[in-house]
């Protein structure tokens, strides 16, 4: 079947410090890949995603790769923020899924402090 | 547009209440989510609708009822609630599920009490 398992949180970095938030997939054939992330009281929005092996996608200084070789996508930033605080979640979605809904992991809540 | 909507944001129900949670989505979306959080839990899909007049189970359908009468409507009900179903419900809908590079958009969430 299909899975995404996310790093358990939380995790807590001081202001400016590198970020990785691991994440890896089980999926048949090639998923694309997603981060979704959720701020404080709010619901969740794209942050960035990758349709096939090698991409990178890319947003507000967040980075994650799709790596095929080691079913895994990453998500990571060089300098984080006080406000990038939030939880962010990993799911995939089945390619030539039909009508498969997308799969999320559960969730890593990351506190970043001044 | 305001995207994707919820209403109520907050409720408490008694144990045995019924309730219905509405989503409204104004972006003429194909398929619509109900999702529950919990913590620990990440998101678990509970129904979800592939277009206007057809709904089907997701992860969590137990004690859940969903309606999908006109497209960008998606109803979900408690018809007898129970403490396990306090929780943050979440509605999304996307254009196309079956597209691999679909994305799906949220609502603000409705923050359910049962006591």
Redesign the interface.
Known sequence: GNSVTQMEGPVTLSEEAFLTINCTYTATGY??L?W?VQYP??????LL?A?KADDKGSNKGFEATYRKETTSFHLEKGSVQVSDSAVY?CAL??????????V????TRLSVIA | NAG?TQTPKFRVLKTGQSMTLLCAQDMNHE?M?WYRQDP????R?IH?S?GEGTT?K?EVPDGYNVSRLKKQNFLLGLESAAPSQTSVY?C?SSFL??A??????????TRLTVL
């Open positions: 998923p694309s997603f979704y009281g709010e619901g969740l929005q794209l995603k349709t979640f979605s089945p390619r030539n899924s039909g009508n498969t809904p997308l999320f992991g559960k969730g | 994707v398929y989510y620990g839990m990440g998101l899909l979800y592939v089907a997701g979440f999304a599920a079956g691999s590079t679909d994305t799906q958009y949220f609502g603000p969430g």
